[in-house]
């Protein structure tokens, strides 16, 4: 997701070329005010053109594009970099609030920011574009011909086959091992850029863009994950009972760990696709959204169009003209292009658009509400200024489309559009919560763990020898899995989820699994609703969408416990709303795992 705006930028690097007897003088607020209002109108200058270039390199994956993304990202880091190093210049001045604001956010701008010596950001960026576009582009055999990420997801999904499974996973797994000398030497630029700015590494300055110290950030996600962790378990335990009755103990035995490919989803994040192997014995599920989309003739368009109908329904604007004719939704057939969804605003006002792969599914339906949630709130704090053109923190921006598609997946809203046409009853609640779960509850642990990984990289804690085994230790400690074979020496299976090569922190998506129930609650609440959590849509309140908007309008403007009040009235994040939401099924799964031994 990138955030761009064009603005015009005349000479403003040369404003702190201070005379040296003027910086003698300590600075005054309202040089820091000229500062912070100078380096944003550059910012604008440098992003607009990154932007463009980022844009046609993931579009079209070649040598050119790919020299062209790195120049002109080395550029961009290099300025900010410098602008963020300037800026401690005005450390101890007295500046308004707002301007204080930006200061310390101009900091925190990069997610990995190059050390200030010649050639350090051109090789970070050189980098960067080499792992996305390694990941992006890999392939390899199965059944004598070369597959993509996307044939193989369809594989993890789709088959009951456990040695294809284990084929599938190690091969994609085997697509990451070239990645791990970059992927090293990236995380040593990244760091000496990182401590140049102050921080300690940079895992630090990433737990620093929550508006709290480093330290209490990560004490909060273990606040959080303790909140969250029982009813992972309870899941686990009866997701691993289901999966020894189907494969039998010599795949999947009943105690310790599940094997990782065995749970319908490449890196094991979400389970959804394994429904029908752990369904509740005796109450069907009358209907599958995958099917519903398949036999109503949706296709990736009509996936997008019903995305936007939703937001619609709350009052958002529809998307402009050119969202349709610049994004890209499908595959295409004759090019290289990174297929992993996104967002993008390429002017920082209204020229919108996604990048994905669609595929007519269920799991692909919740990601084009996500990946909307993106544009629409990119859209909705256009008018701040430049550095808080970004939501009230990462995890916000994360959850504003999974909350929309907390509605939109109930079974009322999918009967309202056409989708189904029976709504069922409360004897459905289970079979729905399940399903539910298996995306949502599963996801937390991996939500957390990803970045787990990378803190104990930049920290140093964990070595590029330990790469490997640090990751398995950790997707055993919270995941409570296991590879479906020994990995091999030079294995690198970090690398094979999109956000390491693609260096985009992660925890924002364990948050964001959190705040899109904080969000559901609360907007329900609004809307007058009196029954289950997980019953309620909100689609077609426009009053719950003005309000929503009204958070949104103020993207980074101030610190998000003061967004989160706007909408919601709390000042925590707060996985009450989690448990609220699944109340019934903890209480059923607990009851089917009696006599079970859970854990790990
Ligand atoms: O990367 C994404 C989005 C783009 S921001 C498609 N997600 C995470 C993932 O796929 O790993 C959404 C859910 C988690
Ligand atoms: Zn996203």
Known sequence: MKTMLMAAAAAVALTWAAPVAAQAQAPTAAEAKAFVEAAEAELDKVNAFAARAAWVRANFITEDTQWLEAKSSAEQNATVTRLATEAARFNGVAADPVTARKLKLLKLYLVSPAPNRPGAAEELAGLLTRLDSTYSTGKFEHKGKPITLNDAEDVLAESRDPAELKAVWEGWHGVAKVMKPDYARFAALSNEGAKSLGFKDTGALW??????????????TDRLWKQVEPFYRNLHCYVRARLND???DAVQPRKGPIR???LGNMWAQQWGNIYDIVQPKGVTSSYSLDKLLEAKGYDATKMVKTGEAFYSSLGYSPLPETFW???LITRPRDREVVCHASAWNLDDKDDIRIKMCTKVNADDFRTVHHELGHNYYQRAYKNQPT?????ANDGFHEAIGDFAALSASTPTYLNQIGLLDQIPGAEEDIPFLLKMALDKIAFMPFGLLVDRWRWGVFSGETTPEEYNADWWALRLKYQGLTPPGDRPADAFDPGAKYHVPGNTPYTRYFLAHIYQFQFHRAACAQAGWKG???RCSVYGQKAVGEKFNRMME????QPWPQALAEFSGE???DASAVAAYFKPLDAWLTKQNKGEQCGW
């Open 246 to 248: 189907k494969y039998g």
């Open 532 to 534: 289950p959590l997980h």
């Open 387 to 391: 550095l808080f053109r970004s939501g």
């Open 554 to 557: 103020m993207g980074q403007s």
């Open 260 to 262: 990782a490919d065995l």
């Open 571 to 573: 000042t925590r994040t």
């Open 325 to 327: 004719e610049r994004s």
């Open 207 to 220: 737990r620093s863009n929550y508006d709290m110290e480093p330290d209490a950030f990560a004490a909060e």
